[in-house]
T-cell receptor, first 111, second 114 residues
Framework: RKEVEQDPGPFNVPEGATVAFNCTYS??????FFWYRQDCRKEPKLLMS???SGNEDGRFTAQLNRASQYISLLIRDSKLSDSATYLC????????????FGRGTSLIVHP | DAGVTQSPTHLIKTRGQQVTLRCSPI?????VSWYQQVLGQGPQFIFQ???????GRGNFPDRFSARQFPNYSSELNVNALLLGDSALYLC?????????????FGSGTRLTVV
């Protein structure tokens, strides 16, 4: 079983739609979680951290479910500019806090 | 403020050659991590350095090595290049290497091995 799993998609949605991605992780001791956005042939950029209580940043909402070991990202009112790959990142403990990336979920928002 | 800078941006090498990639972290950041990203996959962890010491190593062969300098910049070396080493190599900078506030990536070095 991979440490961090994501559905690669692509998710094709019309502008204005609401879309949600999930990401599962295997290490129950994982301590911090993030969503990154990566545009084609560009570097990943931090989108938001994921807190235990859930957090919201404008149209984006991130949730953490420790019992089921997954995190989610909800995008409301999708824009064309949201088209990108969304990478789930999990930091594992053990002294070195090496972040492990999922393979990413591709989102395509069409007019 | 300069972000994470990587050089070169693109590189073409032949099989068997050696390559050195360079990274300068954000000013004040003491940790540098290196990742390899092949098309269609997420970044795969190679090395992490903090205060010039190796703090983590991913599942890569000994052909891959790295180091961090007193000014916190870093180099990644790959010897005896294989076609499969063709990828985007990303450097990530963080304040303390604990990852609790996420990482900032450079724009990467795109390596092509022919």
């Amino acid at each position: 079983r991979k440490e961090v799993e994501q559905d690669p998609g692509p998710f094709n949605v019309p502008e204005g739609a609401t879309v949600a991605f999930n990401c599962t992780y295997s290490n129950s001791a994982s301590q911090s979680f993030f969503w990154y956005r990566q545009d084609c042939r560009k570097e990943p950029k931090l989108l938001m951290s994921v807190y235990s209580s859930g957090n919201e940043d404008g149209r984006f909402t991130a949730q953490l479910n420790r019992a089921s070991q997954y995190i989610s990202l909800l995008i409301r009112d999708s824009k064309l500019s949201d088209s990108a790959t969304y990478l789930c990142v999990v930091n594992d403990p053990g002294g070195s806090y090496i972040p492990t990336f999922g393979r990413g979920t591709s989102l395509i928002v069409h007019p | 403020d300069a972000g994470v800078t990587q050089s070169p941006t693109h590189l073409i090498k032949t099989r068997g050659q050696q390559v050195t990639l360079r990274c300068s972290p954000i000013s004040g950041h003491k940790s540098v991590s290196w990742y390899q990203q092949v098309l269609g996959q997420g970044p795969q962890f190679i090395f992490q350095y903090y205060e010039k010491e190796e703090r983590g190593r991913g599942n890569f062969p000994d052909r891959f090595s790295a180091r961090q300098f007193p000014n916190y910049s870093s180099e990644l070396n790959v010897n005896a290049l294989l076609l499969g080493d063709s990828a985007l190599y990303l450097c990530a900078s963080s304040l303390a290497g604990d990852g609790l506030r996420g990482y900032t990536f450079g724009s990467g070095t795109r390596l092509t091995v022919v």
